[in-house]
């Protein structure tokens, strides 16, 4: 500042001051720093470091790159098990490396969440070595935290409804419960059904549409087996 001659107004405890004039320095109410969180536009309602809050669309965050490559904008999220900054501590196999949490406000607070997708290591990491899955969850109807639906494990395989198994050699996706997999073409409601029945390692499959159906190991609704049905080793037409 100099040593005469400035004028600041709008000042309060914390608050980021900007140059509006010659020799003219204005606080900005919605925007203060109190030495380790950032408000913008908010009161101080999270103990998270950065906090944007607005009444419109402008309630976002925008990264923009412009460079003559291929490159892109990016977010890293980075984790580690150093207690101090600066360290690199190696993080452990089912280490949370980070995430994107959705919350909604149910009256009350915020501590209802309704989705989440998590990063987390997924083997024994090394040097140059971070073997790692994905995790995605949803909120069922009466809960607030979210569980698991998804998962792709660090050697690409599947799994909807249950964690894959590696050893299943052949089945990059793999779902768990009672409902099967339905293909469907487009502004059709017919469905092709994929599903499983019977349990163990003899489990039956299912294959059927809703006019002809392809049956395997399967004596349901026989009548409306037009194309081939295979049941207990007989089979026909």
Known sequence: LPTSGATLTGSTNNTICTVT?????????????????LLLNQ????SRRVQIRDEGWQAGLSITRNSADNGGPNINLRKSRATGDGNVTIVQDDDQIGSIDFYAADGTDYVASTAGIASEVDGTPGANDMPGRLVFKTTADGAYVPTERMRITQSGHIGIGRTPDASNVGSILQLEGNDGLAIRRPS???????????????????IQG?????????NELESKYKIIKLYDGQHGI
């Open 210 to 218: 809703d006019a002809e159906k392809i049956a395997i190991g399967v």
């Open 21 to 37: 004039g010659a020799n003219a320095i204005q606080g900005e109410a919605n925007l203060t720093f109190d030495g380790t969180k």
């Open 188 to 206: 059709q409601t017919n469905s092709a059904i994929i599903r499983p029945l019977g349990s163990g390692d003899g489990m039956r499959v299912n």
């Open 43 to 46: 009161a101080d309602s999270d």
